[in-house]
């Protein structure tokens, strides 16, 4: 059927994707060309049969480029493979770990720390690849992405932060924390850094904070 064949074509386009960025993979334009068309395809969700192949090539992408597109493009495309699938959630998880996704989204926060966008999709990312993991918000834990979360959440504070992009990137940095708080581990360490404290007095501190 037409899904199939889709499937089939995605496969081998993997493939040659596979190939070529062995000698394009410092190529910015590549790179950027490469992660954009993955998470178009993403976007419909990725097939069991190729969801590691293109995990290895997102994670090999983003690892090796300095580019805030391949950043953003690449956190969703992590975020597609284990959202969109209810049922592979839990597999999908664990594949993204194997190829280390946790700690290159989390690295990738650190490295566009000014860029809004990139924050926004790396906290939704982590909000898809943590829900329910207890090993992968361990790693977030490890990695001090629980900081870059709050972060990403203090950065965008201007009278504009609660429209567009700096709203959403609020709201997604707020989901972020709440999943990860359901793990006393990183509770412990949200209550340490002081960000329970900081929340519960936040709505006081700015009364232009959304319901949301």
């Known amino acids: 059927d037409d899904e199939e064949r889709c499937n089939k074509w995605i496969s081998k386009y993997l493939i040659y994707a596979m190939a070529a960025k062995t000698c394009h993979l410092k190529s910015r334009a590549f790179s950027e060309s490469l992660i954009c068309f ?4 993403s976007d419909r969700g990725v097939a069991s049969v190729n969801r590691h192949l293109i995990l290895t090539i997102i994670a090999d992408v983003m690892s090796s480029s300095d580019s805030p597109i391949v950043a953003h ?6 975020h597609n493979v284990c959202a969109l699938d209810p049922e592979s959630v839990s597999s999908s998880q664990a594949e993204v770990a194997a190829v280390d996704g946790i700690q290159i989204i989390i690295s990738r926060m650190e ?3 000014e860029h ?3 924050q926004s999709e790396a906290c939704l990312a982590l909000v898809a690849t943590c829900a329910k ?3 992968n918000k361990a790693i977030v834990l490890e990695e001090g992405g629980i900081d870059g979360i709050f972060s990403a959440y203090l950065s965008f ?3 504009k932060a609660y429209e567009g992009v700096g709203l959403m990137t609020k709201i997604r940095a707020c989901s972020a924390l709440i999943s990860l708080a359901l793990d006393p581990a990183c509770k412990i360490k949200m209550k340490s850094s002081g960000i329970i404290e900081k929340f519960n007095s936040i709505i006081q501190e700015d009364e232009k904070i959304p319901h949301e």
């Not at 993955?38 to 395809?41: F, Q």
């Not at 493009?73 to 992590?78: D, I, K, L, T």
């Open 111 to 113: 490295a566009f720390k």
């Open 116 to 118: 809004q966008s990139v």
């Open 38 to 41: 993955l998470s178009k395809i």
């Open 73 to 78: 493009h690449g956190s969703r495309c992590f």
């Open 157 to 159: 504070g201007s009278s």
């Open 133 to 135: 993991s207890s090993t």
